[in-house]
């Protein structure tokens, strides 16, 4: 099985910031390689799939990058509707996996 | 707009079983694999298997395999997702997730989530 490490698993962080999530997976995943955002009582939601394509509706300030084992995930100028968990996700064999979740936070 | 809507909140009784069903509307059902996705309370999203709305082709975890069942119904857009044997440690958020119908599996959209409490 893929297991995905994300880092850091928390994240304090200003509005108008630049923060970068990272995750790793065990094993070459090429670009099967999926960003959510969960809020508190919420359901996930899908913001970029095929490791850099951006979600329809999600902000353009949200950006992916990465190949193989390592990923990362970008959001520039922070808003404050985006402190909330990310998690990403391997779509490249099951059983599908996520990493453990990142945590942003208010400074 | 595609929605999926999960059933309500469950509790149930060590080693007793829960179905939950996830009603989609705004595509055709049968054209959109279907996944279940569980959040135990502080833990990370984990995969529970998917099910072939077309033909009921399933496959599941081998951490659930032989607990869970998938099914559905296409003549109400229903996915069912079925866990026997339950245990503490299946309290959780219980997802549906569409899948992208692509080589890529992404999911969009998520179901709003079923709470499964497990307590004697």
């Known amino acids: 099985d893929i297991q995905m490490t994300q880092s850091p698993s928390s994240l304090s962080a200003s509005v108008g910031d630049r923060v970068t999530i990272t995750c790793r997976a065990s094993?070459?995943?090429?670009?099967?390689l999926n960003w959510y955002q969960q809020k508190p009582g919420k359901a996930p939601k899908l913001l970029i799939y095929?490791?850099?394509s951006l979600q329809s509706g999600v902000p353009s300030r949200f950006s992916g990058s990465g190949s193989g084992t390592d990923f990362t995930l970008t959001i520039s100028g922070l808003q404050p509707e985006d402190f909330a968990t990310y998690y990403c996700?391997?779509?490249?064999?099951?059983?599908?996996?996520f990493g453990q979740g990142t945590k942003l936070e208010i400074k | 707009q595609v929605q999926l809507v999960q059933s309500g909140a469950e509790v149930k009784k060590p080693g007793a079983s829960v179905k939950v069903s996830c009603k989609a509307s705004?595509?055709?059902?049968?054209?959109?694999?279907m996944h279940w996705v569980r959040q135990a309370p502080g833990q990370r999203l984990e995969w529970m298997g998917w099910?072939?709305?077309?033909?009921?082709?399933?496959k599941y975890s081998q951490k659930f395999q032989g607990r869970v069942t998938i099914t559905r119904d296409t003549s109400a857009s229903k996915a069912y997702m079925e866990l026997s044997s339950l245990r503490s440690e299946d309290t959780a958020i219980y997802y549906c997730?569409?899948?992208?119908?692509?080589?890529?599996?992404?999911?969009?959209?998520w179901g709003q989530g079923t709470l499964v409490t497990v307590s004697s």
């Open positions: 997730a569409r899948d992208s119908g692509t080589t890529y599996n992404w999911f969009d959209p």
């Open positions: 705004g595509y055709t059902f049968t054209t959109y694999t």
């Open positions: 099910i072939n709305a077309d033909n009921g082709n399933t």
């Open positions: 094993q070459s995943i090429s670009s099967y």
């Open positions: 095929a490791a850099s």
């Open positions: 996700q391997q779509s490249y064999s099951t059983p599908y996996s």
